[in-house]
């Protein structure tokens, strides 16, 4: 792997989760991710095994930096009228407090570039979402783009950063 993105493994801080071109790729375009360990000598490992406990964590920073989406559908988009469409992005609610991470699907508002969240659509993994704030991570046009929110009774509302 040529790697792009690294961010240290919340399971063991000594090991990193990467992103990047994978290995086997002759044409730069496939994107991989991997659990990397370091050797002895400090060298990061080759191995391809993944620890169970890390796949959210690399799933989270995937979607984060436009890797992948989990939307099951096609992106629909509606045609531009009156300066407005409409996008719909996977996403990620985060509860750095409690270690939860939840996977969502978002629908965009657009007008004349800016974003404004429309509804989050049920969450991909079926769970539900407890009422609390989260950290709210997407991407769109190339960019990540993060949000401070609340979850009430299933919906998501601005919250005010805290001082």
């Not at 045609?79 to 407090?97: F, H, I, T």
């Not at 939860?100 to 993994?125: C, N, Q, T, W």
Request: proline letters at 6%; aromatic letters at 8%; one cysteine or more.
């Amino acid at each position: 792997m040529r790697s792009a993105f690294s961010e240290p493994a919340r399971n063991d801080a000594s090991c990193e989760i990467r992103l990047g071109v994978a290995s086997w790729d002759k044409d730069g375009t496939a994107k991989s991710v991997k659990y990397t360990w370091f050797d002895k000598t400090g060298k990061a490992a080759r191995g391809g095994e993944f620890p169970v406990e890390a796949l959210p964590q690399a799933l989270e920073f995937a979607i984060r930096r436009g890797y992948v989406s989990l939307s099951w559908e096609p992106s629909q988009e509606a045609a531009p009228s009156n300066g407005l469409q409409e996008k719909r992005v996977s996403a990620v609610l985060r509860d750095d407090v409690r270690l939860h991470s939840y996977f969502v699907s978002l629908d965009l508002l657009i007008r004349d570039g800016r974003d404004v969240i429309k509804e989050a659509l049920p969450l991909l993994s079926g769970a539900e979402v407890p009422n609390s704030d989260y950290e709210l991570h997407y991407n769109w046009l190339g960019e990540s783009r993060d949000r401070l929110v609340r979850v009430v009774d299933g919906r998501l509302e601005p919250r005010a950063p805290q001082p």
